[in-house]
C-alpha cells in the first residue's frame, strides 16, 4: 500500500517546488477552514443545548 500511495504522490505532486509550495498551502487553508468550522459547530451545539436547559428550567 504505502509504495502506492508513493508512487501516487509522485505522479499528482507536480515537479516544481513552487507548485508544491503553493498544493501545500491550500491544503493546509483547507484544513485550518475544516477545523475553525468544527469547533463552531460543537459551540453551537453546546450553545443550542445550555438553551434548552434554561427554558425546561434545569
Same mark, same amino acid.
Given at each position: 500500500?504505502?509504495?502506492?500511495?508513493?508512487?501516487?504522490?509522485?505522479?499528482?505532486?507536480?515537479?516544481?517546488?513552487?507548485?508544491?509550495?503553493?498544493?501545500?498551502? #491550500?491544503? +493546509? =487553508?483547507?484544513?485550518? @477552514?475544516?477545523?475553525? *468550522?468544527?469547533?463552531?459547530?460543537?459551540?453551537? #451545539?453546546? +450553545? =443550542?443545548?445550555?438553551? @434548552?436547559?434554561?427554558? *425546561?428550567?434545569?
Amino acid at each position: 500500500m504505502v509504495p502506492g500511495v508513493i508512487l501516487l504522490a509522485q505522479v499528482v505532486l507536480p515537479e516544481d517546488s513552487e507548485h508544491k509550495r503553493d498544493l501545500l498551502m #491550500a491544503v +493546509l =487553508r483547507y484544513l485550518d @477552514r475544516r477545523s475553525v *468550522r468544527k469547533v463552531e459547530q460543537i459551540n453551537a #451545539a453546546a +450553545l =443550542r443545548k445550555k438553551r @434548552r436547559g434554561q427554558r *425546561r428550567g434545569t
